[in-house]
């Protein structure tokens, strides 16, 4: 982080709330490069898997309004979905251990095999997508952009991603057995909240959620694209050659833009944006009774309980860990160019957060060790190493 160059290049968001105070807010770098647009404390990143704590809340407040159980199955809610729906759980969904088959692969495949259909017969790229997966229902949108069609933008939503998931016919492994992270389950919880509620997994959100906390740089990017107020766009990293004046060829680091993606409207998993400042806010409510009781909340922040009598990494999309001897929580996340952590300390009071528009970050370890860098300088003296 500390190698931005605040004046053309993407950069981030961060703070430090000890105690229930605020310590650090930090902001550097650009939201959108071509506008020359600063990022501030209510610059709107796209949270990618954090955005899977939303769901895991919307859960908690069904649940606790007795809409929901989480004892409930997939085929209380879907009653055509594969057999073993009826042994999936909605708490083995919150807790990435329900063995739910991956629904981001046989869509790409959908996408690059409509594309290829576009060179031979457009008109029948339905059925020769489908055959290929052996999927018996025919999905209902163009996912790719026809680019005879002026960049049609027809991808596919949470709905599409269930007709795929209702043709995997077998789990990945005996749900409650073991723990793996899913964001398919995600989408089943997204669409299961639905369900529940009778308003759209966004409406849900910005009623009970954002409305409740104030969190007004917040939303969430669903099929009905609304426009995201203070939007920053993501970013990757790329190698540019400038030439020199002595005729050589030089390399500087330069940024592209990476937004796009023709999954981004598939929600519950990801797709919510939030500012640095309606995180501050967000990490309260994990902590007081604002939304959900104590009781609830504890809950979440536990690892399920495997079928053999072990422990598995996550409770309610929190996954955990240990720093320091400390217990820790959080929850991590990287989806086109934007890298983010919420890295908790329970015992010290004690949370890091993260907002990042660019590539760098890019896996789970280099988020949690940037994370635990940053507590360990706000931890109390007796933690210091």
Known sequence: MATTNSENSPGYAMAVVKDG????????????????????????FRLASLSKQFTAMAVMILVE?????????????????????????????LTHTAGIPDHEKPLYKLMSLFQKSLRASPSDWRSVAISS???DCHVSLDYARDPRN?????????YDALKVLKNQPAPLFSPGSRYQYSDAGYVLLALIIEKVSGVSYRDFLNRNIFSSLTMNSSDVLDQTKPKIKNRALGYKRMRLLRPARSGARNDREGYEN???????????????????????KWNLAWKEEILVS???????MRPAKLTGGN???????????EFNGDKIVYQDGAWVGFRNIIFKIPAQKLTVIILSNRTGLDTERQRVSLASQLAQKFLRPDKME
Do not use: C, H
Not at 27 to 44: E, F, H, R
Not at 80 to 91: C, E, F, I, L, S
Not at 294 to 300: D, F, M, Q
Not at 311 to 321: D, I, N, V
């Open 21 to 44: 105070k605020t310590v650090l807010t930090k902001t550097a770098g650009l939201a959108d490069l071509d506008n020359k647009v600063s990022i501030t404390a209510k610059t709107a």
């Open 65 to 93: 309004r007795k809409k929901l159980s989480l004892k409930n199955k997939l085929m209380d809610f879907f009653p055509n979905y594969p057999g073993y729906g009826n042994k999936v759980t909605v708490r083995q969904l």
């Open 133 to 135: 997966l052996d999927l």
């Open 150 to 158: 002026d960049g049609g933008n027809s991808e596919p939503t949470i």
């Open 258 to 280: 990476f937004d796009y993606d023709p999954l981004n409207y598939i929600v519950g998993d990801e797709g919510v944006y939030s500012s640095l400042e309606d995180m501050i």
């Open 294 to 300: 104590r009781r609830s909340l504890a809950e979440a």
């Open 311 to 321: 422990f598995g990494k996550a409770g309610f999309s929190w996954l955990m860990g």
